[in-house]
């Protein structure tokens, strides 16, 4: 590469898109008076590092945008909790908090990535949790899970499972470990 003052000069560019760093070379050529011939080379060379160094950026810029997360709808059940106001019950309830909601929404993502047959209906509890719950089969097999907020950013999940003679029932910090196993021991899955 040319390296004197009157000769062409190569820098680099740092391309920052999405926190993917892709270094580029670009050609800086004297001006078509001073160099004709060589500058058509030159150009070709620029052009070959332009249109590699752009599909480069493009390959990562796709690859990133496969990565993040689509954002799926949400789901009816807590469309309809968003809207409960005070006394929603008609017995001076308060409506669940909006964390506890999104705590609700992660909960059900994790029952549809578990493929279940079927997803539990959602409820708001008076006294301020939210209630999943597959009745179904009630009285012979069921599944309850209530899911309720200590404070800030701090919950916990109750739940009472019945299924043909057997009653388990117990409670757990969130995230949901125990509670998976007691999901998927309902429905006879493993995943």
């Known amino acids: 590469m040319p390296t ?3 000769d062409s000069k190569v820098f680099v560019v740092d391309q920052q898109f999405f926190n993917y760093s892709v270094p580029a070379e670009v050609l800086l050529t004297p001006s078509a008076t001073e160099c004709a011939e060589p500058m058509i080379h030159e150009r070709q060379n620029l052009e070959q590092n332009l249109i590699f160094h752009l599909s480069a950026t493009r390959t990562a810029v796709e690859g990133h945008l496969r990565a993040m997360p689509i954002s799926a709808p949400i789901p009816k059940p807590f469309q309809e909790l968003r809207k409960l106001e005070f006394d929603w ?5 308060e409506p669940p908090t909006e964390a506890l909601i999104r705590k609700g ?30 009745l179904q089969k009630y009285p012979a097999k069921h599944l309850e899970i209530s899911l309720y907020e200590r404070e800030l950013d701090d919950f916990y999940c109750d739940w009472y499972l019945r299924k043909e003679e057997d009653t388990t029932e117990g ?18 899955v493993r995943k």
């Open 4 to 6: 004197t003052a009157n």
């Open 89 to 93: 019950d008609g017995h001076r309830s």
């Open 105 to 134: 929404e992660e909960l059900w993502s994790i029952l549809e990535e578990l493929g279940l047959p079927e997803l539990p209906s959602v409820k708001a509890g008076a006294d301020g949790f939210l209630a999943f719950s597959w």
């Open 171 to 188: 409670s757990s910090d969130y995230p949901w470990g125990e509670m998976r196993e007691v999901v998927i021991q309902y429905f006879n």
